[in-house]
């Protein structure tokens, strides 16, 4: 199993992961032959991308956070909320608080070392489906760091609801891809507007308002609503904004690199210290892959490697099945596989898109 862009899909691929509409409804099941007609129709609804099943790529494997149910169900959630507090002014916080609860249990069980936030959406489930992973990864980080539960669970919460305010901003004013100077400052305001919505709720706690309000502030001060600097933007706050920046870079195709997870990467570290806590992303760099399973990668010794699997102490140094050498259009058997934690001589240049046609 890999993740590709829809235009890299050829007519012989096959579906790995079922497709689902906002509704929770499969609009394609695992197995579905992707024909261009197909493919055109995804596109039409904001699908940038697809998991496929192919030779290459057939004894890798993908494994998810939550079950599909589990995501659904999140993601219909906080719609609701989200429709609730844009139409009635109100939202249910029993609702958003059982939620947060069965993804964390589902991730306790699980205990996966290594996520993988890579996330398949429709256009019209973006941001429900962002508050997911947003949420998914801030509990990953707040328990890589050992916070205490009801720290994590209150994380959480602030990350599921970081993105409440927009629901009170024009739709087409989010989805827009080229907004105006005076619409983005529009779009600016949803830390505030989400606060102002939840601030007065007593269920919620402090840490989650708080981290409402400033998840977009930066530790150099050049963030909003409140341009705060460094330790005067809460700890939760600095965690989720790093969660938040990470999934826009590679799930939202209304943002650069969407397919290039070392470039996220790239981001975030080159951020640190500026924009970013750095202790937090250092630390953030230890529970996401670099180089995700199904990825294709450039070796240094020239060779084209599909990653089969991470190593949650070495995220640079995962095991490889090297394909292909351009340089002597030698093809390597499926059994020749690298383990970059042993193999020292050899490192990962850069993760690449390809055209299996071209290789024949």
Known sequence: MRRVSLKQVRDDDVLARPIYDIDGRRLLNVGVRLTPSIVGKLMEKGVSSVYIEDELSEDVEIHGVLTDETRNQAKMTIRNEMNRLSNR???????????????????????????????????????????????????????KLSLPPAKVKSIAMGAMLHDI???????????????????QA????????????????????????????????????????????????????????????????????????????TDAVEYLVGGSGHIFDKSLVDMFMKIVPIYPEGTIVLLSNGMFAIVVKNNPIYMTRPVVRPFYNPKTGIKYDRSFIIDLQHELSIKIVREININLKDIG
Not at 165 to 183: F, R, S
Not at 198 to 219: F, G, N, Y
């Open 165 to 183: 305010g927009k629901a009170l901003i024009p739709k087409d004013l989010l989805n827009k891809k080229d907004p105006t100077p005076a619409e």
């Open 89 to 143: 002014g109100e939202i249910d916080y029993g609702a958003l608080k059982k939620s947060v609860e069965h993804i964390m249990d589902e991730m306790m069980s699980t205990r996966i070392d290594v996520l993988n936030a890579n996330d398949i959406r429709t256009q019209d489930e973006l941001v429900y489906a962002h508050s997911i992973n947003v949420c998914i990864m801030a509990i990953a980080l707040a328990n």
């Open 186 to 261: 529009e779009i600016k305001k949803h830390p505030l507007l989400g606060y102002q919505a939840i601030k007065d709720i007593s269920e919620v706690s402090a840490t989650s308002k708080i981290t409402v309000l400033m998840h977009h502030e930066q530790v150099n001060g050049g963030g909003y609503p409140m341009g705060l600097k460094g330790d005067y933007i809460h700890y939760s706050a600095r965690i989720v904004s790093i969660c938040d920046a990470y999934d826009q870079a590679i799930n939202d195709e209304r943002y650069k690199n969407v397919y290039q997870t």
